[in-house]
């Protein structure tokens, strides 16, 4: 398949509201040539990062939009202004691969306009830019909800993180501490020509300087070495694990961080960790086969305790709450399309009733982790207030360390360009159980 029609079929299922490009692109990679997977997967997930401008532009350009039923050509639109724009493709193959892609659909008579619009756009380039930057939509490539929200509640750092959403995310790496340690996989990646450099804020983190397949680095297929952001390895350090506790990962999948509990103390009684269905558990599965480690896995909604837990408490728990992901945008750039703002309090509520329901879990005594990779306080900060408020045996540890801020509650870190992604941390200890009713 053209890679370029695989990457507009992907995106034309995203701006339908049918699904990610994580599920709609893999499929459609594999109907591609190996030598042009990779020119497909930047066409789609860039269209996707620059969507807001690229709409604008679109939009300034067409007489009409398009009808819902053509949204394929619309995408083919988006992916060809995108090479005229964002890459280096020079513009004839970009226009006439893009335009040769409408035969594919069999829509013959939108050729022309594609055809029209991409030429329009490759002379008026500069001019498009200067009458449309004025607006925040296109300055900033976020939608318009998600820029005024942003701007809003972070008005000193709003576009910090819209830039670093924008940027490619880097390839960070977790070391298995129980194979050796960072400084000699360090040398190592070194000796054979990676380069490479410690993370600032995780112990067992590796920013690798330029990316590459990950399954040729030393000692992957061997469990040396995972692939997780910086961020979310700071949770196995914040639990306070120990020998002999029993550890309950909640919406654990796709196991990155319950991989790496074990790794930080292979002496837990065990971990428990439980998602929502039985396919997303598959790749927690996979991950820890890999590494060597074990678990118990259990598909289920976390807040039904009747059909997961056994009655024993746990001494720790990390809540890794399902959330916005406006944190990770430069990771799953399509969040742009997908995520609209009602979603928030939905997902905070949400968010509420996992903590709620998995707080009866966890023993007199114990830490409850509250994690998510949003930037938004109502699933973040506000939502602990409420939940502190409501739970009189729940008391706040204060999270130290040099990354982030510190809002009113717990710790917001943001997307750093070339660092870790945006992420939200909250402590909690059981100094009491909940009152019989």
């Known amino acids: 398949m053209n890679p370029r029609l695989a990457a ?21 990679l594999d109907k591609v040539e190996q030598r042009d997977r990779g020119l497909a997967q930047d066409l789609a997930f860039g269209t996707a990062r620059w969507q807001p401008r690229l709409a604008l532009i679109a939009e300034k350009l067409l007489q009409k939009p398009f009808k819902a039923a053509d949204r394929d050509v619309e995408a083919l639109l988006l992916i060809g202004l995108y090479q005229l724009f964002y890459t ?50 296109l300055h900033t490539a976020h939608p318009r909800w998600l820029q005024k929200a942003l701007k ?55 920013r690798l300087l330029q990316a590459c397949d990950v399954t040729t680095l030393p000692g992957f297929a061997e469990g040396r070495v995972s692939v997780q952001d910086e961020a979310a390895q700071l949770a196995a350090e914040l639990l306070d694990l120990a020998p002999d506790q029993r550890v309950l990962d909640a919406c654990a999948a796709p196991g990155g961080k319950t991989c790496h509990l074990l790794e930080a103390e292979p002496s837990l009684a065990g971990v428990v960790a439980v998602d929502l269905e039985e ?38 728990i990390l809540l890794d709450a399902p959330c916005s992901a406006t944190g990770v945008i430069r990771r799953h750039p399509d969040i742009k399309l997908t995520r609209q703002a009602d979603d ?7 968010q509420g009733e996992l903590l709620d329901s998995l707080w009866q879990t966890l023993e007199v005594g114990g830490i409850l982790l509250y994690a998510t990779c949003s930037v938004m306080p109502a699933e973040n900060s506000e939502n ?3 939940f502190l408020a409501r739970t009189p045996g729940a008391r706040e540890l204060d999270i130290a360390g040099a990354f982030g801020i510190k809002p009113a509650h717990g710790r917001q870190l943001f997307p750093q360009v070339d660092g870790h992604d945006g992420f939200y941390y909250a402590k909690l200890m059981k100094i009491a159980a909940a009152p019989r009713g």
């Open 8 to 28: 507009a079929r992907a995106l034309a299922v995203v701006l339908n509201g049918k699904a990610s490009l994580g599920s709609s692109l893999p499929p459609l």
């Open 88 to 137: 280096r493709i020079p513009a004839h193959a970009a226009i006439g691969e893009t335009v040769a892609c409408v035969d594919k659909l069999k829509k013959p008579s939108l050729k022309g306009l594609l055809n029209a619009v991409l030429r329009n756009a490759q002379r008026e380039h500069e001019a498009l830019l200067a009458e449309l930057d004025r607006d925040p939509v």
């Open 152 to 206: 809003a509640q972070w008005p000193q750092q709003w576009e910090a993180i819209c830039a670093a959403n924008n940027a490619h995310p880097p390839l960070i790496l977790r070391v298995n501490r129980r194979l050796g340690s960072r400084g000699d996989y360090l040398a190592e990646l070194r000796r054979v020509g990676f380069e490479a450099e410690p993370c600032s804020f995780s112990s067992d983190g590796i």
């Open 279 to 316: 396919k997303r558990l598959v790749r927690v599965r996979e991950n820890l086969k890999r590494l060597g480690l074990e678990a118990e896995l259990i598909a289920a909604d976390g807040r039904d305790l009747a059909a997961w837990w056994d009655g024993k408490p746990f001494q720790r």
């Open 344 to 350: 928030i309090p939905a997902l905070a509520k949400l």
């Open 384 to 386: 602990i207030a409420a």
